[in-house]
């Protein structure tokens, strides 16, 4: 395939209420054998450890899952970044980024010492930045590093037109694109349920309250309890059995642009092939020409901030 370490081996950096999910998750589904933790609260980590450990004799499949350091990096298969602040009620995810930047110089920089070759998944906000900053402290290649780009809004997307028309959200078809924050943009132009387009059946006005709803539930779940964890958990989860199992199923996760809609040098969410390679493809979906003009501006918005953190 190419030289990435091999096996189901998955460190995940950062144990808090995304962390301890997604770890919840992947032991739930059978995704991965081996499960390493490590977080700067160590007691923390050890004690999610300890926790998760008491339901392995439930789950699916077998999987190891211990306490560990940085060290436990250089056999993995994929390293997966929850580790950082959060947003508080009030603060959009961009207010995060020169914290969560210098926080992940120091993880991108341990993790690699310790002689890493796999997949870095990352999820901390402002997750595309992010991501980004994972791409340049690594120097893997842009395909091996995939933020959780608009997985989550692409699920609130389908959840809401789901229950719009009494249709399972796994049966309807449509990504919301572009950062992962107020920019985002949902492409009605080719969303559907079993190829019938959706647009025509809503009024814009309705369609304007959808794109609302989806932009502002992250605003609106952490006003109501905190922060979120069990949706973008779901996410990462899925994402990391596209990667481990080689599945070639197209989803939407933060991709670097070389090209790709007229835009280059960006992580972004967009649709892609994801299998053991990372990101094998992205999907150029066509866009209309409103799309096309609100996913320029998110790219912009990212790019600014790209712009004023590493000036060239
Ligand atoms: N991409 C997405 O769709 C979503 C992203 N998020 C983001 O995920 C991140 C984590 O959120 P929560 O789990 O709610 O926060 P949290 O505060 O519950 O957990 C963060 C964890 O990171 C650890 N940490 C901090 N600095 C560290 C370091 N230098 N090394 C190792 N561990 C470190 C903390 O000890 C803590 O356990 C946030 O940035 C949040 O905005 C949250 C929901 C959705
Ligand atoms: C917190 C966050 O990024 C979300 O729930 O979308």
């Not at 994972?134 to 590093?145: A, M, W």
């Not at 502002?216 to 949706?231: C, L, N, R, V």
Request: hydrophobic share 40%.
């Amino acid at each position: 395939m190419m030289n990435v370490t091999p096996g189901s081996k998955v460190v995940l950096i950062g144990t808090g209420a995304v962390g301890s999910s997604y770890a919840y998750a992947l032991m739930n589904q059978g995704i991965c054998d081996e499960l390493v933790l490590v977080d700067l609260n160590q007691e923390k980590a050890r004690g999610d450890v300890m926790d998760l450990d008491h339901g392995i004799v439930y789950a699916p499949s077998s999987i190891q899952i211990r306490f560990g350091s940085y060290q436990d990096c250089h056999d993995a298969a994929l390293v997966v970044i929850c580790a950082g602040a959060a947003q508080k009620p009030g603060e959009t995810r961009l207010d995060l980024v020169t914290k969560n930047v210098k926080i992940f110089d120091s993880i991108v920089t341990s993790v690699m010492d310790s002689g890493f070759n796999g997949i870095f998944l990352v999820a901390t906000n402002p997750v595309d930045i992010l991501t980004y900053a994972t791409r340049k402290f690594s120097g893997l290649p842009k395909e091996r590093v995939i933020g959780s780009g608009t997985i989550l809004d692409s699920a609130r997307f389908r959840y809401l037109l789901g229950e719009e028309f009494e249709t399972a959200p796994t049966s309807v078809h449509g990504y919301i694109i572009g950062e992962h924050g107020d920019s985002q943009l949902p492409v009605w132009s080719s969303a559907n349920i079993s190829g019938t387009p959706i647009a025509p059946k809503l009024t814009e006005e309705r369609k304007e309250e959808i794109s609302t709803q989806v932009r502002e539930a992250a605003y609106k779940i952490i006003e109501s309890k905190g922060a979120t964890f069990y949706g973008i958990a779901m996410g990462l989860a899925k994402i990391t059995r596209a990667i481990l199992k080689n599945e070639n199923v197209v989803l939407p996760v933060g991709a670097m642009l070389n090209g790709e809609f007229g835009h280059e040098d960006v992580y972004i969410g967009v649709p892609a092939v994801i299998n053991r390679t990372g990101v094998k493809k992205i999907v150029e979906l066509s866009l209309d020409e409103k799309e096309q003009g609100q996913f320029a501006q998110s790219v912009k918005t990212l790019k600014d901030i790209q712009a004023a953190l590493w000036k060239k």
